[in-house]
T-cell receptor, first 115, second 113 residues
Framework: EPEVTQTPSHQVTQMGQEVILRCVPI?????FYWYRQILGQKVEFLVS????????KSEIFDDQFSVERPDGSNFTLKIRSTKLEDSAMYFC?????????????FGQGTRLTVV | GNSVTQMEGPVTLSEEAFLTINCTYT??????LFWYVQYPGEGLQLLLK?????DKGSNKGFEATYRKETTSFHLEKGSVQVSDSAVYFC????????????FGAGTRLAVHP
C-alpha cells in the first residue's frame, strides 16, 4: 500500500539553527500539506502546496517557515531559525485532489525538539 | 470558521467493552467529517468518514453517524480489542470546502486484556 514517508523520525536541534524536515508523498498525489502538533495540543494546519507554490497557509506559517518541492519526489519544510516553541510533531500529508471529501494520507511524523 | 470539540481522554476500557468517543462540530454548510487514528509510533490514518448528513462511516468495527440535528459525529465500537489502543482524532475541513483539516484534541484509548 502506498504511504507517505517522513525523515528523520526525531530531530534535535539547537535554538537558532535551521532544520529541514523531509517528506516523500504518495507518488501520484498532487496536493501536499504540513501539519504540526505541539505536545498535548491539537494537530494544526500549517500550509498546503500545489503546482510548486503555496496554496494556503495558516497564521503559524510565518517568514521563518518555507516549503519546497526540490525534485519530483520530495517535499520539505524548512524552519530558518528555530525557537523553543517550534518543538512539536510535524506531519506531512498528501492527497490526490483538494476537495473536502478526498482522504489525505499522513506520514508517521517527525518529532522536532529544539533545545 | 469551522470547529470541532472532542471528548477528552484518556479512556481506559477492558477488552470487549463498548466504546463511545464523543465529537461535536460547528460548521458552515455540511462538510465531510472524519475520524483519524494514530497507533503508537505511527502516523495519522483515516479510520472512517461520512460525506453527508445521516451517512454512517464504518471501518474495522468502528462506526460513526453524521448527525446534523445534534451536530455530532460520535465514534462507537461494540467490542474493543487491545489492538484498538491508540489516539483517535475527529476532524473536518476548515471552512472553504478544501482538503485542509481542523482536528479535535484527540482521545487516547487504552484497552486492557
Amino acid at each position: 500500500e502506498p504511504e507517505v514517508t517522513q525523515t528523520p523520525s526525531h530531530q534535535v536541534t539547537q535554538m537558532g539553527q535551521e532544520v529541514i524536515l523531509r517528506c516523500v508523498p504518495i507518488s501520484n498525489h498532487l496536493y501536499f500539506y504540513w501539519y504540526r502538533q505541539i505536545l498535548g495540543q491539537k494537530v494544526e494546519f500549517l500550509v498546503s502546496f500545489y503546482n510548486n507554490e503555496i496554496s494556503e497557509k495558516s497564521e503559524i506559517f510565518d517568514d521563518q517557515f518555507s516549503v519546497e518541492r526540490p525534485d519530483g519526489s520530495n517535499f520539505t519544510l524548512k524552519i530558518r531559525s528555530t525557537k523553543l516553541e517550534d518543538s512539536a510533531m510535524y506531519f506531512c500529508a498528501s492527497s490526490s485532489r483538494r476537495d473536502a471529501n478526498t482522504e489525505a494520507f499522513f506520514g508517521q511524523g517527525t518529532r522536532l525538539t529544539v533545545v | 470558521g469551522n470547529s470541532v470539540t472532542q471528548m477528552e481522554g484518556p479512556v481506559t476500557l477492558s477488552e470487549e467493552a463498548f466504546l463511545t468517543i464523543n465529537c461535536t462540530y460547528t460548521a458552515t454548510g455540511y462538510p465531510s467529517l472524519f475520524w483519524y487514528v494514530q497507533y503508537p509510533g505511527e502516523g495519522l490514518q483515516l479510520l472512517l468518514k461520512a460525506t453527508k448528513a445521516d451517512d454512517k462511516g464504518s471501518n474495522k468495527g468502528f462506526e460513526a453517524t453524521y448527525r446534523k440535528e445534534t451536530t455530532s459525529f460520535h465514534l462507537e465500537k461494540g467490542s474493543v480489542q487491545v489492538s484498538d489502543s491508540a489516539v483517535y482524532f475527529c476532524a473536518l475541513p476548515i471552512s472553504g470546502g478544501y482538503n485542509k483539516l481542523i482536528f479535535g484534541a484527540g482521545t487516547r484509548l487504552a484497552v486492557h486484556p
